[in-house]
T-cell receptor, first 115, second 111 residues
Framework: DTGVSQDPRHKITKRGQNVTFRCDPI?????LYWYRQTLGQGPEFLTY????????KSRLLSDRFSAERPKGSFSTLEIQRTEQGDSAMYLC?????????????FGSGTQLSVL | GNSVTQMEGPVTLSEEAFLTINCTYT??????LFWYVQYPGEGLQLLLK?????DKGSNKGFEATYRKETTSFHLEKGSVQVSDSAVYFC??????????FGDGTTLTVKP
């Protein structure tokens, strides 16, 4: 069990640029989640996958955000035309077991700063 | 929609003091309840969970009991240590898949 890994750890970008983050879940986990966390707040749900299927997207996720999990393994989260309000920690988590009762395993996150 | 409310922090205690962090929730259906902890410089990790009413979750000396009648899941520890200093998040999950988190409570334990 190597844990959930996220890349990069930090990303600084200029407003209007596109950014892409990667998450590698624990290999046997079929569910993968993306959350966003800002300072002083808890993680906010963005989207989740079961295998390669994206099952739910938060209404917080504007059309500038897109996520994929093409082969049911790693996932990418892309933000197009970044805005200063996108600055946050982006967290990935994976799980297996009964939906809604399972433990989430979190990565260390990608800290995005939009200048 | 679902929501989780945690007591506001930060909380500062002396070593060996008793800890309570309050958590209440609003949810449709029958959620599972969780406490996650984030130690300095580390990612979130599960501390304990309870999946049905009256269940008690426990780990590392921490306990929380799922109280459906008061919609609460308060975290307690009888004697805190400096190493317990961290941010604690209460969360709920339903069979819809996603988890809803509180805003976290920062605990600092002084020797």
């Amino acid at each position: 069990d190597t844990g959930v890994s996220q890349d990069p750890r930090h990303k600084i970008t200029k407003r209007g640029q596109n950014v892409t983050f990667r998450c590698d879940p624990i290999s046997e986990h079929n569910r993968l989640y993306w959350y966003r966390q800002t300072l002083g707040q808890g993680p906010e749900f963005l989207t989740y996958f079961q295998n390669e299927a994206q099952l739910e997207k938060s209404r917080l996720l504007s059309d500038r955000f897109s996520a994929e999990r093409p082969k049911g393994s790693f996932s990418t989260l892309e933000i197009q035309r970044t805005e200063q309000g996108d600055s946050a920690m982006y967290l990935c988590a994976s799980s297996s077991g009964t939906v809604g009762h399972e433990k989430l395993f979190f990565g260390s996150g990608t800290q995005l700063s939009v200048l | 929609g679902n929501s989780v409310t945690q007591m506001e922090g930060p909380v500062t205690l002396s070593e060996e003091a008793f800890l309570t962090i309050n958590c209440t929730y609003t949810a449709t259906g029958y959620p599972s309840l969780f406490w996650y902890v984030q130690y300095p410089g580390e990612g979130l990790q599960l501390l304990l969970k309870a999946t049905k009413a009256d269940d008690k979750g426990s780990n590392k000396g921490f306990e929380a009991t799922y109280r459906k009648e008061t919609t609460s899941f308060h975290l307690e520890k009888g004697s805190v240590q400096v190493s317990d200093s961290a941010v604690y998040f209460c969360a709920l999950a339903t069979n819809a898949g996603k988890s809803t988190f509180g805003d976290g409570t920062t605990l600092t334990v002084k020797p």
